[in-house]
């Protein structure tokens, strides 16, 4: 379960995005996922109150938003999202394909007050 | 230049409160009492464990040191391939070890005297290596004149997908008796190995295992995968895998 030590990393990355941020708390916390990130958002989320426990982020509501895979096919220069993660082109099914979307993991944003 | 206040210097944060839709840049404390605002962060979670593994990349690389990753489930047959391809490579071609378990250096103890150093990483609580207690242990376990070191991660299919540890690729084991199917369960992973080694090849007769779709679910994820089918145990496929490795470090 890595999803825990994320959590912790990504708490103390939003902590010091803060240092010079004054009095203020986490509200809410947006974080791009993509589907072949290797992190699971149940577990994510299930861990963030866990590792924002003591912090600014306490109580703070985790926002997962999941990015899907995204190809760009070499052969005919087409954008496709399968449904299952493959690499197939979905308009002309070449395999050459590079995977453009799906292994983010960022967090984006943060609302506080 | 700011229409609300009036400041146009430099300062990374972006406001979007309802009520103060707008962005600028100044320096100075600026209150939008009452509302929330937004930092726009846009981080890669990771970004520590990248650069680390950047560091361990770069040091490999000033060494001549082709790095490769090995992630399977618990027993895939990880250990007993590396045993085998010790034994295969002695003398011909210098390789290092990292091993990492939860716990015991069973696995250090099993691949020690076969001619290459072992180390053991035991993670405890983790299960996965990082780049970070990797690049610790890189200047003890990578004596001078290494060509080839074998990084083998923790039994796990979905965490150690995530860390980037500095090696040159990842090599994802699928032992037979696992079902065809983990790779299309398992797309991360797959996604990210050029090279797939399907283990225990041995124990096919005894089971139902469809090569086909096995080989079909591979390259759907992972169309230019390099996949070869071995058996430690019975040697079987071992002379394609030696000989690619062979062929990494040339």
Known sequence: ?113 | MCKECGCDTDNERTYFGKSDEHSHDHPHDHDHEGTSRTITLEKRVLERNDQLADKNRKWLAERQVMAVNLISSPGSGKTTLLEKTLDALKGKLPCAVIAGDQQTDNDARRLSGKGAPVHQIETKSACHLDARRVGFLLPDAVPAGIRLLFIENVGNLVCPAAFDLGENFKIALLSVTEGEDKPEKYPALFSMSPVVLITKTDLIPHLDWDRDACLDMIRRIRPDAKIIELSAKTGEGMDEWIGYLKQLTT
């Open chain 1, 1 to 113: 379960m890595h999803e825990l030590s994320l959590a912790i990393d990504m708490v103390a990355q939003l902590e010091k995005a803060l240092v010079n941020e004054g009095d203020c708390a986490i509200e809410r916390v947006h974080v791009l996922l993509g589907v072949l990130s290797g992190v699971e958002p149940d577990s994510f989320e299930f861990c963030f109150p866990v590792a924002a426990e003591g912090t600014r982020a306490q109580g703070a509501e985790l926002v997962i938003e999941k990015a899907p895979v995204v190809l760009l096919c070499r052969e005919c220069g087409a954008e496709s999202r399968p449904e299952k993660p493959a690499a197939i082109c979905q308009k002309c099914l070449s395999t050459k394909v590079d995977i453009i979307s799906g292994r983010e993991f960022i967090v984006t944003s943060m609302e506080v007050s």
